[in-house]
């Protein structure tokens, strides 16, 4: 059995690493005295480092600027549709492709709810997309159906 075989053996390819800088080896390296940490200061010294967004003993950003709501990560993929806005679609099938070929709702657009505003008087076949319980009934009013609901991820 080869080395490359053993776990032992395994070393990275030729070319893959560099050698360490070697720092504070004398004036002539380039990184000598002060080893490239500069003078003096918190900072040149071992140990020395404080946490991100200290700002030396004053009161930091984030705690001295209100906070305020809450922002879902995944606002920009629900999308709210009018019923009226239904109404005038060529389909009586509808679904989230539908929407997103007419045109209604943004093509990165996950699930869509149809809420009640305005009115509709064609039938039409929800499928695949949330509905409120008054889009429902209206929906339902006017000869149409509701399918079933995509369960919430």
């Given at each position: 059995m080869?080395?490359?075989?053993?776990?032992n053996?395994?070393?990275?390819?030729?070319g893959?690493?560099h050698?360490?800088?070697r720092?504070g080896?004398g004036i002539?390296?380039?990184?000598g005295?002060?080893?490239g940490r500069?003078?003096?200061?918190?900072k040149?010294?071992?140990?020395?480092?404080h946490?991100?967004?200290?700002?030396?003993?004053?009161?930091?950003?984030?705690?001295r600027?209100?906070?305020?709501?809450?922002?879902?990560?995944?606002?920009?993929?629900?999308?709210e549709?009018?019923?009226s806005?239904?109404a005038g679609l060529?389909v009586?099938n509808?679904?989230?492709t539908v929407?997103?070929?007419?045109?209604?709702v943004?093509?990165l657009?996950r699930s869509?709810?149809?809420?009640?505003f305005?009115?509709i008087d064609?039938?039409?076949k929800?499928?695949?997309?949330?509905?409120?319980?008054?889009?429902?009934?209206a929906?339902?009013a006017a000869?149409g159906s509701?399918?079933?609901?995509p369960?919430?991820a």
């Amino acid at each position: 059995m080869s080395d490359l075989l053993k776990l032992n053996g395994i070393q990275p390819a030729p070319g893959a690493t560099h050698a360490g800088k070697r720092v504070g080896r004398g004036i002539g390296s380039g990184l000598g005295k002060t080893g490239g940490r500069g003078h003096k200061g918190q900072k040149s010294r071992a140990g020395g480092f404080h946490k991100v967004g200290f700002e030396g003993g004053q009161m930091p950003m984030a705690r001295r600027l209100p906070k305020r709501g809450f922002i879902p990560l995944d606002r920009d993929f629900k999308v709210e549709v009018r019923l009226s806005a239904l109404a005038g679609l060529p389909v009586d099938n509808i679904d989230l492709t539908v929407l997103k070929q007419a045109g209604l709702v943004p093509q990165l657009t996950r699930s869509a709810k149809v809420i009640l505003f305005g009115t509709i008087d064609k039938a039409i076949k929800l499928s695949g997309l949330r509905v409120t319980k008054g889009a429902r009934a209206a929906i339902e009013a006017a000869g149409g159906s509701v399918g079933a609901e995509p369960s919430a991820a």
